[in-house]
């Protein structure tokens, strides 16, 4: 499948901070998905892409649709504790559209000292 | 919501013993469900992708003789680890949509230790 390079690959920060992590493919995407994993849990959809140039807000969470098509970024502003967690970017394959079989970034994995 | 379930939770078996993961989808009917595979801190790989009433469909690099994959009805898929090794030992994670180019919701996941 086609690689989605993700990064940073990890972040600590203080709570109240923002932070802000990206994708980037070789390949261009047709949707973008962000998800969050807590330890020893399946992933959540956080926020989902469809278009190019998209700017989509879910609370303190804004993610973009490159207007490439072959990144996108997710923004958490005023970090809490709970925010920790491991954070995916993920797209259907080939070129697919919606969902379908989905290829995942390496993830993110956020540290939020209190 | 879409409730998807995972069972068991965790197992531990021996080397050379089989093992079977369950995944429910609890308040929707699924047509296709999917299994991947994670290793700690790495991302989620797709193995297979299951649908309701045919063969699964492997991924490249997945052996489908050792990972068996049935998906009998609508609402449970099983992934059977067969003549498992140590190094079988991982996260193992379903999902499950009720169409193909819907969101998929994600199973708890299941770990899977083989000693």
């Known amino acids: 499948g086609q690689q989605l390079n993700q990064s940073p690959q990890s972040m600590f920060i203080q709570e109240g901070e923002d932070v802000s992590m990206n994708c980037t493919s070789s390949?261009?995407?047709?949707?973008w998905l962000w998800y969050k994993q807590d330890p020893g849990e399946g992933p959540v959809l956080l926020i989902a892409?469809?278009?190019?140039?998209e700017l989509t807000s879910n609370g303190r969470l804004t993610a973009q649709f490159g207007i490439t098509r072959k990144d996108s970024f997710l923004n958490i502003s005023a970090s809490i504790p709970s925010d920790v967690g491991i954070y995916f970017c993920?797209?259907?394959?080939?070129?697919?559209?919606?969902?379908?079989?989905?290829?995942f970034g390496q993830g993110t994995i956020l540290t939020v000292h209190p | 919501g879409a409730v998807v379930s995972q069972h068991p939770s965790r197992v531990i078996c021996k080397s050379g013993t089989s093992v079977k993961i369950e995944c429910r989808s609890l308040?929707?009917?699924?047509?296709?469900m999917f299994w991947y595979r994670q290793f700690p801190k790495q991302s989620l790989m797709l193995m297979a992708t299951?649908?309701?009433?045919?063969?699964?469909?492997?991924e490249q690099g997945v052996e489908k003789d050792k990972f068996l994959i049935n998906h009998a009805s609508l609402t449970l898929s099983t992934l059977t680890v067969t003549s498992a090794h140590p190094e079988d030992s991982s996260f193992y994670i379903c999902?499950?949509?009720?169409?193909?180019?819907?969101?998929?919701?994600f199973g708890p996941g299941t770990r899977l230790t083989v000693t």
């Open positions: 999902s499950a949509t009720r169409d193909p180019t819907d969101e998929q919701y």
């Open positions: 390949s261009i995407f047709n949707t």
């Open positions: 892409l469809y278009k190019a140039g």
């Open positions: 993920a797209g259907p394959y080939a070129g697919g559209t919606s969902y379908g079989k989905l290829t």
């Open positions: 308040d929707f009917q699924a047509t296709t």
């Open positions: 299951s649908n309701e009433g045919s063969k699964a469909t492997y």
